[in-house]
Nanobody, 118 residues
């Protein structure tokens, strides 16, 4: 099994920055890719950014040029650097890990709140 623990959320003014961290533990070698999702009140959870084992990245159009996903393999940690934050970025951000086996369930962290004020 894989456990994911997020940290780094908080309150920030528009235009500010935050860096989210997700520490993975357990059967980390069973992970195919990792990413960040977010869910705003009354809205569905959406993909924000993802990174594969090979280092390829993918971003939602709404965050391209502002957010950067990265990883530190030595620390088994993935990061989301969020710059030029906007009020519409306000959401609970969840770390996600997809297993190597297609039919296995994804792993999820507990979520961390990001609030961007006007």
């Amino acid at each position: 099994q894989v456990q994911l623990v997020e940290s780094g959320g908080g309150l920030v003014q528009a235009g500010g920055s935050l860096r989210l961290s997700c520490a993975a533990s357990g059967s980390i070698f069973s992970i195919n890719s990792m990413g960040w999702y977010r869910q705003a009140p009354g809205k569905q959870r959406e993909l924000v950014a993802a990174i594969t084992q090979g280092g390829s990245t993918n971003y939602a159009d709404s965050v391209k040029g502002r957010f950067t996903i990265s990883r530190d393999n030595a620390k088994n940690t993935v990061y989301l650097q969020m710059n030029s934050l906007k009020p519409e970025d306000t959401a609970v951000y969840y770390c996600n890990a997809k297993p190597l086996w297609i039919h296995r369930d994804d792993y999820w962290g507990q979520g961390t709140q990001v609030t961007v004020s006007s």
